[in-house]
């Protein structure tokens, strides 16, 4: 488990997706100008991808990290 995942090259502009546990033990998001959790970039994705092969691979990289992040309890 670990406490960030970096994607990419990914989605129209082939740029790298940070994703990190937050202090509040929750997963954040930081792509390009976004700064989200990861619901609010599957929601922005949608709108600016529909399903084609930028936001599918979005996707796949939400379902990475939320395997890989560790959200427990311990300290950071």
Do not use: W
């Amino acid at each position: 488990m670990s406490h960030y995942v970096v994607a990419g090259p990914l989605g129209s502009r082939d740029d790298f997706t940070t994703f990190f546990r937050t202090k509040h033990h929750t997963i954040g998001v930081k792509c390009g100008c976004f700064r989200g959790n990861t619901d609010e970039l599957l929601k922005a994705v949608e709108t600016v991808h529909g399903d084609n092969k930028h936001a599918q691979a979005y996707k796949a990289a939400v379902d990475l990290a939320k395997l890989q992040i560790d959200l427990s309890e311990y300290p950071l």
